[in-house]
């Protein structure tokens, strides 16, 4: 496998997560009443939109080095989103969870992300211009992490250290679910594809030995044709 080859789904995942964090902390500071977490949210969600807009860019270069096959089947559309579980069709995270989970969510993921940035990072090199901006947006993700974290321990003091591993673990299960997910859409894509491109095969034949000169209405008495012709 090609480095790049192995470098566009990770890079194709990763802006899906990071598109999607950003959604979801517009959402938050949507529906949240005070100002002051509001521009918390905010700040969040630029940080995140600027992750996902640096994921498309290395993404996009290397589509451009890749065949258009390649290319194609990681060209980003919207709706995967939610098709991939990145975001639910049943809502934002913060209009399902109570806000106590929701942060504790925040909390847990900004932490797991960071580990995910250290796997691209040494694919990138450390030393690249790439490594570099990957590593600034590690630094932006430990600082979302700590934020929460803050929140946390002064709203919910009484928590115990155990408890936040329970959703650290929950979180980790749920990406790999994620994963067994897209990688069984992959699976169903090998096998239905040479399929669809039989039906394809099927069909072309057939409508090339269909005779089109029959459908010409010209210098034809279409009162003389039949009511059951398709003409
Ligand atoms: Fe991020
Ligand atoms: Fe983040």
Same mark, same amino acid.
């Given at each position: 496998m090609t480095k790049?080859?192995?470098?566009?789904?990770?890079?194709?995942?990763?802006a899906h997560a990071e598109l999607a964090s950003a959604l979801e902390m517009l959402a938050a500071c949507k529906v949240t009443n005070s100002p002051k977490q509001a521009l918390g949210y905010f700040m969040h969600a630029k940080d995140e939109y600027n992750h996902a807009r640096y994921f498309f860019k290395m993404l996009s270069i290397r589509g451009r080095r890749s065949s258009i096959e390649t290319a194609r089947d990681f060209r980003f559309t919207p709706p995967s989103l939610i098709t991939k579980g990145y975001i639910s069709n049943k809502g934002f995270l913060v209009? $399902?969870?109570? /806000? #106590?989970?929701?942060? =504790?969510?925040?909390?847990t993921n900004e932490l797991l992300a960071k580990s995910s940035f250290e796997k691209i990072l040494n694919l990138v090199g450390r030393s690249t211009e790439e490594?570099?901006?990957?590593?600034?947006?590690?630094?932006?993700?430990?600082?979302?992490?700590?934020?929460?974290? $803050?929140?946390? /321990? #002064?709203?919910?003091? =009484?928590?115990?250290?155990?408890?936040?591993?329970?959703?650290?673990?929950?979180?980790t299960?749920?990406?790999?679910?994620?994963?067994?997910?897209?990688?069984?859409?992959?699976?169903?894509?090998?096998?239905?594809?040479?399929?669809?491109?039989?039906?394809?095969?099927?069909?072309?034949?057939?409508?090339?030995?269909?005779n089109l000169s029959e459908f010409k209405r010209e210098g034809k008495n279409l009162m003389e044709i039949s009511s059951n012709s398709i003409l």
């Open positions: 790049i080859q192995s470098e566009l789904p990770i890079f194709y995942e990763t209009e $399902k969870m109570m /806000l #106590k989970d929701f942060i =504790a969510f925040v909390y490594g570099k901006k990957i590593s600034s947006i590690m630094t932006d993700e430990l600082r979302h992490h700590g934020m929460a974290k $803050k929140y946390f /321990l #002064k709203h919910y003091p =009484a928590l115990q250290p155990y408890q936040l591993m329970i959703y650290r673990l929950r979180e299960l749920n990406n790999r679910g994620r994963k067994i997910y897209d990688a069984n859409l992959k699976f169903l894509d090998r096998l239905l594809t040479p399929l669809y491109r039989i039906l394809a095969f099927v069909a072309g034949t057939l409508a090339r030995k269909v």
